[in-house]
């Protein structure tokens, strides 16, 4: 395969993979993450999994929204959140997999 274009494929999605990498780059919102990995949950679902305070967990939410790695979904007065992109997920599991022992 030729380097310069791994290289450049690599400059191309750099935006990208750095926005998602600055997403896990909290130990809030990777924990938030790591449960959406499994579920769609909701603002209070991922509060009680997380153990994370609404003041907090609304700042972390509003963050994963806008750097786009999370989709939500209404319904009635509940927004649930999900994984938007399930590369993110195949990163979440290769982390558990390096650095949380079996």
């Given at each position: 395969m030729n380097n310069a274009l791994e290289i450049k494929a690599?400059?191309?999605a750099s935006e990208h993979v750095v926005t998602v990498l600055k997403s896990l780059a909290n130990t809030d919102r990777l924990m938030i993450l790591c449960h959406?990995?499994?579920y769609e949950l909701?603002?209070?679902?991922?509060?009680?999994?997380?153990?994370?305070h609404q003041p907090t967990l609304s700042q972390q939410l509003m963050m994963l929204r806008k750097s786009n790695v999370v989709s939500t979904r209404r319904e009635g007065k509940q927004i649930?959140?999900?994984?938007?992109d399930e590369k993110l997920v195949t990163v979440?599991?290769?982390?558990?997999g390096l650095y949380c022992p079996n």
């Open positions: 690599m400059r191309d959406l990995a499994q909701n603002v209070s679902q991922i509060e009680q999994m997380t153990q994370i649930f959140y999900s994984i938007k979440l599991q290769t982390l558990h």
